[in-house]
């Protein structure tokens, strides 16, 4: 564990244009915050929170259309559900599998639980190399696969025939993490808990509600009464499921803003690739990756004129000279913009 690195959350002014952490740049309008502040207020502090009666999981199913046969788990961010998926099949000589680069959390958890970890290194465009997928789970047959759809911290979507072919043959859970589904054409949420071992895992983290830690995943009966025995029985509080309970009865203004970002995804995208050797990659999620030619020099303008992004340069080397830009309301992209122009 010393030999081990911290996860390094950034310290960043007020005056800052948060571009960094994929988090949605809208909040609730005044008369909604007032709203959710009476809610808040008269929510049972004083008593232990019994998620599993809080009503949330009947909301999460009436807005995402989830089969009644899937059971749901709530987790304290999608964090504590990759925790604890992983302590699940934590035994000796067991194997977690992920594809490379994606989420750090996936390989973290397998070594602090003392499992084998296995990469298979993408394409060199981001795109999911299904033979060497395939050949990794036939030789180290994992106990659990993380597949982000679409993918942290590329964004660049998987051809969905092939995450079904890895589904197919896997033996041990697969989890599809959906962190950024609600910006993908393409889901697995239908799907979830058939085949049995299937687990689709999502958040309310990238719809707007970061700070209330709140995440869920959907499985079969079998996979969520084994996760339901290792999970903390209060792992939740009662102002998030409260909040997002409220969220969840508001999810029209959620939509409204998600599709304002999906314009600016793809408005972003198509400048930016007219620049002189700069590369953007194909994006479903609310950010793009670029690679720069000079991304230090991007990097450092940005900052300076009080933006920040995501430098992805020196954490892969898959990601040399690449930067991470989540996608901010118009008048945030259009000061990103200008500054990236003015600096390739």
């Not at 084998?116 to 789970?137: E, G, Q, W, Y």
Request: hydrophobic share 45%; with cysteine.
């Amino acid at each position: 564990m010393q030999a081990k690195i911290a996860y390094e959350i950034a310290d960043i002014p007020d005056d800052f244009n948060k571009l960094d952490a994929t988090e949605l740049p809208y909040t609730f309008p005044e008369s909604l915050q007032s709203e959710l502040a009476k809610q808040l207020a008269q929510s049972p502090i004083n008593r232990y929170p019994n998620p599993a009666k809080s009503g949330l999981q009947n909301q999460l199913r009436q807005v995402f259309t989830i089969l009644k046969s899937a059971h749901i788990a709530l987790g304290n961010g999608s964090d504590e559900l990759i925790q604890f998926l992983t302590l699940l099949v934590a035994q000796p000589n067991a194997t977690v599998l992920a594809l490379n680069p994606s989420f750090v959390m996936y390989q973290h958890n397998a070594e602090l639980f003392g499992l084998n970890f296995v990469s298979v290194p993408l394409n060199i465009d981001f795109t999911l190399n299904l033979a060497a997928a395939l050949d990794a789970i036939a030789q180290h047959k994992p106990a659990l696969i993380f597949i982000a759809y679409p993918n942290n911290p590329t964004g660049v979507p998987f051809a969905r025939e092939d995450v079904q072919a890895i589904i197919d043959v896997a033996t041990g859970i697969v989890v599809i993490d959906e962190a950024y589904g609600a910006f993908s054409a393409d889901s697995f949420l239908s799907q979830a808990g058939q085949p049995e071992h299937l687990v689709v895992m999502r958040t309310l983290s990238k719809i707007g509600f970061a700070g209330l830690r709140l995440g869920y995943a959907i499985g079969s009966e079998c996979v969520m009464r084994e996760l339901a025995k290792i999970l903390p029985p209060y792992n939740m509080n009662w102002l998030s499921l409260t909040a997002a309970k409220f969220a969840l009865q508001h999810y029209d203004w959620i939509e409204e803003h998600i599709n304002i970002l999906l314009a600016e995804r793809e408005r972003l995208s198509h400048e930016i690739s007219q620049l002189v050797g700069v590369t953007v990659y194909p994006s479903q999620a609310n950010f793009i990756t670029v690679k720069f030619p000079d991304v230090d020099n991007v990097f450092n303008q940005l900052k300076k004129n009080k933006i920040l992004i995501k430098k992805l340069h020196g954490s892969h080397p898959a990601l040399k000279q690449c930067l991470r830009l989540t996608i901010g309301t118009p008048e945030q992209n259009n000061q990103m913009l200008a500054i990236i122009k003015q600096t390739v």
